[in-house]
């Protein structure tokens, strides 16, 4: 029962994580019907940045949140442009376009910083945390989970309470009755990218903070992240954190009862299932919304 207890508290960290990384990609999805295929380059890009913060200048990884918003967020508005421009078959040409991006960020990391694989050597993210003497994580973990779920409350009252998010909302829901409505569609998709940017900005010091980090790493958030946004249902921000959570469990059961070589299997074998019952996902409507 312990062991059992121990594996869904693992899950639900690593869900948080989760939520953190596919919360960028999921409001670009949901704005522009756009799957950013970079979108995990951008991420480890901003694990990068942490980890020359850290090695080079001998700061907590924490303090280069600032730096790896701004850089990331110009990646990201590059990404953004260069995406927007593509005038016809935007959802093909827009995925083999952001492939491109995301391999060049990674052959471009791997140049940079080589194969290598980095990790914080700050001892208070490795430290243990530990719940009623039974359940134990790292406290870089926690901390990960924490900013997830506190990312996607933040970034689901702003889209519910501010005119920037009610624009992002109203071209996701139609993109012609809004520009009826007087709006820009194209300031709308800005500020997704630029949310997007900064949310991943944040996973990706999360990330350094929680795991190891190496140039291929980026593709497989990517996948992860994708994986959670059609599961969660279109335009859903809380339908996010909860595919997260269950991608999540299924990974640390996984792990536990069996090996961790197939959590990966696991968990997309959830996702096929799922989408064979519900193909809109789980939270999911014909017209998306968020």
Known sequence: MELTAQAIFTGLLMGGFY????????????????INLAHGELVLLAAYIAYVVESQAGLNPVLSIPVAVIVTVM??????????????????NSLILTFGIGIVLTNLLLTIFSADINSTQAEWFLDGFIIADTL?????EFLAFIVGIAAMVALYWWLNHTWQGRGIRAVSSNRDAAKLMGMNPMRAELWSWGIAGVIAAIAGVMLYVTSVIHPPVGHGLTIKAFIITVLAGMGSIPGVLVAALLIGVIEGLTTTYFQSSLSNLASMGVFLIVLLVMPSGLFGKPGGGH
Do not use: H, P, Q
């Open 19 to 34: 939520c953190l990384v596919a919360l960028g990609l999921a409001l670009i999805f949901g704005t522009m019907k756009v």
């Open 75 to 92: 990646a990201a508005l590059v990404t953004f442009y260069l995406t927007n421009g593509i005038k016809k078959d935007r959802e093909l």
């Open 136 to 140: 134990f994580s790292m406290r870089s």
